[in-house]
């Protein structure tokens, strides 16, 4: 049974820093594309960034480039999310995801089938 967790979420203020991570059990997680992906009540859930299997090859949303980066430690099962000069408008529940595939980044939702329980991140100003 595949099962993510992301911890490291909490209230900063604006212009800090988080790095959120994603404990991953139940699949050969090497093999695997991983994403971030937020969610504020009453929109949509929104991709933030994803990386293919080896890490090789990273995609990351307009809003977040420069101040986000994506990582994976395929020998821990885990993927981490370094979130800097966060803005109020990162205030978000994050959710990581397993990618259907390892060979691509995917930035839709339609691809990834597995998600966690989510981690609040809010952003005071």
């Known amino acids: 049974q595949v099962r993510l967790v992301e911890s490291g979420g909490g209230l900063v203020q604006a212009g800090g820093s988080l790095r959120l991570s994603c404990a991953a059990s139940g699949l050969t997680f090497s093999d695997y594309a991983m994403g971030w992906f937020r969610q504020v009540p009453g929109r949509e859930r929104e991709f933030v960034a994803s990386?293919?299997?080896?890490?090789?090859?990273?995609r990351l949303a307009d809003s977040v480039k420069g101040r986000f980066a994506i990582s994976r430690d395929n020998a821990k099962n885990a993927l981490y999310l370094q979130m800097n000069d966060l803005k109020p408008e990162d205030t978000a529940v994050y959710y990581c995801?397993?990618?259907?595939?390892?060979?691509?980044?995917?930035?839709?939702?339609?691809?990834?089938?597995?998600w966690g329980q989510g981690t609040q991140v809010t952003v005071s100003s």
């Open positions: 995801a397993k990618g259907r595939a390892g060979w691509d980044a995917f930035v839709n939702l339609n691809d990834y089938a597995y």
């Open positions: 990386l293919t299997w080896s890490g090789s090859a990273t």
